[in-house]
């Protein structure tokens, strides 16, 4: 074990342990360059000198870091320090499927199809890149905390063109998932990862794996003696289309498993669709075939006593380790009886596979319907008059996707043949982008698959949807579309419409702030002035005034009235008095200015030899 502090790569500080398995130990660790937290998977202490653990550690970490996707654990780095190798990835806070199985058992059926569609997903990536995982387990898949899945583990994933000893004599994966074939010793393919993610569906809508048994050979014995049990006797409600791609997928024989994984996710993606509520139970084409007698054949040569397996896993060294006991003997010589049956089975089968009046399914997957029919019709295979009709991303509408049996499988001379035809793109539903801004609504609308030209915008005004913003859309969420094909128009809003704000004078103060709530308005403040005119308590005057333009969200100011100006008080007496002096003065000058003015007319008149005395002036004049 690594203590919590070691420092690996002069990177990566050890903080935590995550867990340990058959050959490495995982922990969390802290990214010291980029801040932030990774998986480091470490080959055990032990295995250090083990060149086979070594590659499989590598192989494990160059099948990674050479698939990029969503649902793969993403594999950050590589190295070896004192001889340690290490492995650095993604880490995914959650929890791996097993535990999120046990947990929320039973899980809704959509939930399940989505899960299942994303592991689906990067099952086929790996295909594409020429990788077999096989060791597909829930164990395997990791669920964030949002509901995602993340596929993890590649260790003993081997490249198709790579072939080793290892890899038809050892028996790996554990035994739940293990297909027929590679319990009997066989190849791996694709098809086993197709058998192993239909027993995983299988436990997705179960919450348990079809076989258990006292041991590991118990078990493996049941992959390829005992049909898988219908999982609508767990949920009635499980659609029979449903159940259907886990009877296609984990099929006893390689050739009645979906040919790809992309066929299983095209059929698993409509299987709650109403349109195949209604759908028989699928039947492998070779429990319709006429039984044949086989010749004995003697007992082969013991293959598989070294597995070296981990616990849970098909391991049939035990047995031959212990040649002294008697039951051990007994049960030894069942699994030679039965592997020897099987390999006559093999032969038998492929005896009918070369009879005369057999023929191959053609491949006419992406032919025309009436080009299929032609090319089924020339190898005198019947088509099903009933042509069923599914969506798919990349075959083009009205071309074939698939048959029932699968392109490939050998039926007889007019055998029928059921085509299932491309509707076009598979119908999504459609996203609520109300209430986002239009470039994020925009681009929203790009990730779901609308082309940008088809994307279409008119602005309105709205009072209650912020400028720039999404108002409406003129296909409503819910709405089952195919992106590519629609056009779409975005009604955005040019913000609110101006209006006049009111006459508000005369209005009291809970009539102003009924008005400017019912308006949108916010009252920025209140005053109060003195009014000859206006009442106490009522408005005098607001800012901006009555009549101006505003809109929702505008300030207001408003100043009330606090009635007339009160009287100046009476002054003083000191203050009378010298009033009164002043105006005794100014009435003295006055006097004084009038008398000065007679006297001027009298001696005027003197002068102008009028005598007669001014009437102002006074009779009796003292010297």
Partial sequence: MINIGTKIGERYEIIGNIGSGGMANVYLAR?????????????????????NAIRRFQREALAATEMVHPNIVSVYDVGEENGMQY???EYVRGTDLKHYIRNYSPIPLDTVVYMMEQILSAVSLAHEHGIIHRDLKPQNVLVDEQG?????????????SETSLTQTNTLLGSVHYLSPEQARGGMSTRQSDIYALGIILYELLTGTVPFEGESAVSIALKHFQKDVPSVRQYNPNIPQALENVVLHATAKEVSDRYKTVNEMYSDLSTSLSPERANEPVYTPSSMTEETILLTPVKEPEPVVSKMPLEESELDLSDEEEKPKKSSSSKRKKIIFSVIAVLVAVGVGLFALGTRQNEVAIPDVE?????????????KKIKVNSKIEEVSDDKIAEGNVVRTQPPIGTRVKEKSEVTLYVSKGKKAVSMIDVEGLTASKAKQALIDLGFKEENILEKKESSNDVDKDSVISQSIKQ???VVPENEKITLTISKGADSFSLAYLAGYTREQVLRYIDSEG?????????YSATVPQGQVIYTSPSGGTPVKKGDYIQVVYSMGPEPAKTQPSSSTTHSSETTESSETTQSSATDNQGNQNNNQQNQNNGNTKPSQNEPKDKKD
Avoid: H, P, Y
């Fill in 31 to 51: 990214d010291l360059i980029l801040n932030r937290e990774v998986a480091i998977k470490v080959l055990r202490f032990d295995f250090q000198d083990d060149q």
């Fill in 87 to 89: 492995i650095v990835m």
């Fill in 148 to 160: 995602n899945v993340k596929i993890t583990d590649f260790g003993i994933a081997i490249a198709l």
């Fill in 366 to 378: 992406n032919m025309t319907q009436a080009e299929a029919i032609n090319a089924l019709e020339a």
């Fill in 478 to 480: 819910g709405t089952d």
């Fill in 521 to 529: 308005l916010i009252l920025q403040s209140e005053t109060q002035e």
